[in-house]
């Protein structure tokens, strides 16, 4: 996996717009329309989020955004009163943002396109990063976080959000009933609309055994069919792929397994799929970085 397809995948696909019905042809180029629609039901679905950037402590600081989306949550930061800078991989996404920040007249620190691989900032340049489902899409984990904690200060602090691997939606959703769904699909030669069908469509091209080995399946359903690369994560496994940091909270938030109906079940501390892990860089030694 390298990281211009994943960059060619999200340009073509921006974060969450086909889930309103898409920027260029639901919205007659209406970027405001776009993302008051796109903002009003990402928070419905998932309302822990702005209760979550109360509790961070942005205002102050100066914050790095890794991966930007729509940038609702690049606003959310702003409004709470952080310096903020954005960098996102893809051109798409840095002009929606930065149109959704001059049409909404939002201050901002910089914006820029680049790869979390070689962050074009220099050393100890932020109070804190913040990356929200972005990090899990990135191969080369274990050198994007040296970079994150290189333009970091001494004391300053990730803040990432990542796919829960142990979740109610990879444990049951994703490792047995999608993948049996799929094969009772795919044994009756069926070919249905929707993401089901460019599903059974993987498989024909890809061969069943090797579409539904978890090493591959896992990227196909967590972003769409067509997603190159997505991994999911265990505090064991971020200990593990973040050694420039050391975990000082973590916490789950999130009901969500489809086609099971769960989102009303109080487990998301417990089986959610979104983890969300503070963390603190260190050195060689695994102690706290001095200035």
């Known amino acids: 996996m390298n990281e211009a397809e994943i960059k060619a995948f999200w340009e073509a696909h921006p974060c969450g717009d086909h889930q309103v019905g898409g920027l260029r042809t639901g919205h007659a180029g209406s970027h405001e329309a776009f993302f008051r629609e796109y ?38 930061i702003i409004r709470r009163g952080a ?31 680049g790869t979390a691989l070689n962050i074009p900032y220099p050393s100890c340049s932020f109070d804190m990063v913040f990356s929200h489902g972005v990090l899990h899409h990135i191969p080369d984990i274990v050198r994007a976080q040296r970079e994150i904690a290189r333009v970091l200060r001494p004391d300053g602090e990730l803040v990432i959000m990542v796919y829960a691997k142990w979740s109610l939606n990879y444990l049951l959703a994703i490792a047995f009933l999608r993948r049996l769904g799929l094969m009772a699909l795919y044994s009756l030669k069926m070919t249905p609309g929707g993401i089901y069908g460019e599903h059974v469509r993987n498989v024909r091209e890809l061969g069943i055994v090797h579409y ?42 999130l009901m969500h397994a489809p086609p099971l109906p769960v989102s009303r079940l109080p487990l998301a501390s417990l089986l959610g799929w979104h983890l969300w892990v503070h963390l603190r860089p260190v050195d060689e030694n695994g102690e706290q970085r001095v200035a």
């Open 39 to 76: 903002d009003a039901f990402r928070y419905e679905q998932e309302p822990h989020i702005p209760k979550v950037l109360d509790s961070i402590g942005f205002s102050g600081k100066k914050v790095l955004e890794i991966g930007l989306g729509q940038g609702a949550e690049s606003e959310q």
């Open 83 to 113: 310096c903020w800078s954005g960098l996102d991989l893809t051109a798409e996404s840095v002009a929606r943002v930065r149109t959704r920040l001059e049409v909404r007249q939002l201050p901002f620190q910089d914006l820029k396109q």
């Open 212 to 253: 539904l080995r978890m090493s591959n399946f896992i990227h196909r359903n967590t972003d769409g069919p067509a997603n190159p690369y997505s991994k999911v994560y265990s505090l064991a496994d971020i200990r593990r792929d973040f050694p420039s940091f050391r975990i000082i909270r973590s916490y789950k938030r």
